[in-house]
């Protein structure tokens, strides 16, 4: 789905927020004012108890306490009605807020997918000489480059340098600015000579084999076994 119907879906569906959250808003601001309408009653009812106690008779002191009862018990009953309001409002905010996470998410899933989908091409179109060239110093580059060793489990570990050449910890920025020879075999999903720390696919029939570990969003080795996105997906289909 692309960009402008996830937004166009989403500007649809909060299109009726403001005039809910409006009509929310007003109806707990009735219920604070008639709260506080009780309030000024109970006081004059208290103040009336209080002044006439000596004069008035035991059933008027028993009516004017379950007066005062009486409008406790309905601000009481305005405060729960408020409370709920609030909660409703709250869930009515956290239902958009949570569409637009999994929107995002679902988003952030299409585009890696055709991110994938274009290295399939790009990687399938390769001719010739070119085409052979690569694949030989992949080959070389990672019998001189891999290195086995055991995590703490004792499970297998990868660790690589580079597939050809490595210029330590470059930015991929630097990158552009290098001389690039043209013969020079490309790698990872941005197509770039290697650079920096590149990690390879544990997929032995994985058509890009070698990423640059900010392409992959790594920062350290890590333990076991590696497969990169499309590799990680295509095991998750299986």
Not at 42 to 63: C, F, G, H, P, V
Request: charged share 30%; aromatic share 8%.
């Amino acid at each position: 789905m692309a960009a402008g119907m996830y937004l166009e879906h989403y500007l649809d569906s909060i299109e009726n927020l403001p005039f809910e959250l409006q009509r929310n808003f007003n109806l707990m601001r009735d219920l604070d004012q008639r709260t506080e309408d009780l309030k000024g009653q109970i006081d004059s009812l208290a103040k009336e108890y209080t002044s006439n106690a000596r004069t008035l008779s035991s059933e008027q002191k028993l009516s004017i306490l379950r007066q005062i009862q009486q409008s406790y018990s309905k601000c009481k009953e305005f405060g729960d009605d408020k409370v709920q309001l609030a909660m409703q409002t709250y869930e009515m905010v956290d239902k958009h807020i949570r569409r637009l996470d999994t929107d995002l998410a679902r988003f952030e899933a299409d585009l890696k997918e055709k991110q994938i989908e274009s290295t399939d091409y790009d990687s399938t179109s390769s001719k010739g000489k070119k085409s052979d060239s690569r694949q030989k110093e992949k080959k070389v580059a990672k019998t001189r480059s891999k290195v086995k060793s055991s995590d703490e489990d004792g499970s297998p570990k990868r660790e690589f340098n580079t597939p050809a050449a490595n210029f330590g910890n470059v930015h991929p920025s630097d990158v552009l600015d290098m001389p690039v020879d043209p013969n020079e075999p490309t790698y990872c999903l941005c197509h770039q000579v290697s650079y920096g720390e590149m990690i390879g696919c544990d997929n032995t029939d994985c058509s890009i084999e070698w990423f640059h570990f900010a392409c992959v969003g790594l920062t350290t080795k890590p333990r076991g076994k590696w497969y990169c996105p499309r590799c990680s997906q295509d095991r998750k289909r299986k």
